[in-house]
């Protein structure tokens, strides 16, 4: 090996040792000026053939630059080492693939139809059907055939909404009544949840769409009694072991006799009070109201086909809004339509 060759493979060596300990480019550019640059160690060597033996100097030129091209290749591999750990420490400063991911935002279900799912899951563990009906509704279902005479307020335009003299958007769910009865004989047990619509201002309490679920027993020797029996079980299902259930005699035309039925406020346990004060969920009574109730009227069973006589049966019909407004403890009922995420999660 000539002298030369050995200079160029010591600086080579040199060059390797320094690029392994380079960490940032800034250094990898001092170090290719150090080595390649004008007036670095390889010009310094390049100046030595002048000095060179004459039979030397033509294989000495060749020698260098395939030295310079070595360490030419040897930098452009560290400028892609650290090319590629810049990126990794990068990667890895805004993906730290140990943390849990941010929770997926779903949807969570309306406060509404959990109570519907509620009543629901109570009465088909009793046996009861589940139906649905029309929301609009003739006027002989929604009225005429629950013994709802033409003079009746609820009839007129301005408590009902009527798309046509003969068609109504349902006012309550009791319609169903009619249309199960007519649909199949006695016995009968069916709960219908669903819509139901008044032309009602808006208010804190009052909404023009809203929901109900009406229940219907219908049988031989069905009483008073099998109602107060169920809804206490409905109530306690939806609030607690602790519920009881009272009557409040009333007037339905479709029902005789008529009860509103009350139960426990969950608000404060029946007791009228919270803490000093009073409760604001049944505001000191100890009862809150939650729907009307009654042994469906001979006119209505007489309506259907069936025979007074031989068979009797009670209905009930309760606001969902109500359950799920003391259930969530809320005092203004728009909440339920306005589709705030904040609201809706809270039931997730
Ligand atoms: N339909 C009545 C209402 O909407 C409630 C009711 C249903 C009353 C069944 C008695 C029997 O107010």
């Known amino acids: 090996m000539t002298d030369l060759e050995t200079n160029l493979s010591a600086l080579e060596g040199r060059l390797t040792a320094e690029l392994a300990g380079v960490a940032d480019e800034r250094a990898l550019e001092e170090l290719r000026v150090r080595y390649l640059g004008r007036s670095g160690e390889v010009t310094t060597i390049r100046r030595g053939i002048g000095a060179l033996p004459p039979q030397e100097r033509p294989n000495a030129g060749k020698v260098i630059n395939a030295a310079v091209e070595r360490m030419e290749s040897a930098l452009a591999v560290a400028v892609h080492r650290l090319g590629n750990a810049q990126l990794e420490s990068q990667l890895s ?90 649909e199949s004989g006695p016995p009968i047990a069916i709960i219908v949840p669903g819509k139901a619509y008044r032309r009602d201002a808006v208010d ?95 006119n209505v069973l007489r309506e259907v086909g069936y025979d007074p006589e031989k068979v009797a049966g009670w209905a009930f019909g309760c606001g969902l809004e109500r359950f799920a407004m003391v259930r969530y403890e809320m005092n203004d009922i728009r909440e339920f339509v306005e589709n705030t995420p904040s609201f809706l999660e809270q039931t997730a």
């Not at 309490?205 to 079980?233: A, C, N, P, W």
Request: hydrophobic letters at 35%; charged letters at 20%.
């Open 204 to 298: 804190a309490r009052h909404l023009y769409q809203f929901h109900q679920v009406e229940g219907l027993m219908i049988g031989s020797d069905i009483h008073f009694g099998h109602l107060k029996g169920i809804l206490t079980g409905m109530m306690r299902e939806l609030f607690g072991p602790n519920q009881e259930v009272r009557f409040r005699p009333s007037f339905f035309p479709f029902t005789e006799p008529s009860a509103e039925i009350d139960t426990t406020c969950p608000g404060c346990a029946g007791s009228g009070t919270r803490g000093d004060a009073t409760c604001r969920t049944c505001g000191g009574s100890g009862w809150i109201e939650i729907g009307g109730s009654g042994m469906v009227h001979p």
């Open 93 to 182: 400063e805004t993906i730290d693939v140990t943390l849990p991911g941010p929770p997926a935002r779903t949807g969570s279900i309306h406060p509404i139809r959990r109570v519907m799912q509620d009543v629901g899951r109570y009465f088909t563990r009793l046996g009861f059907a589940v139906l649905q009906g029309p929301e609009i509704e003739t006027d002989a279902n929604n009225f005429d055939a629950l013994n709802i005479p033409p003079d009746h307020p609820a009839r007129e335009g301005l408590d009902s909404f009527y798309l046509r003299p003969d068609l109504v958007l349902r006012t309550h769910t009791s319609p169903m009544q009619v249309r199960a009865m007519r």
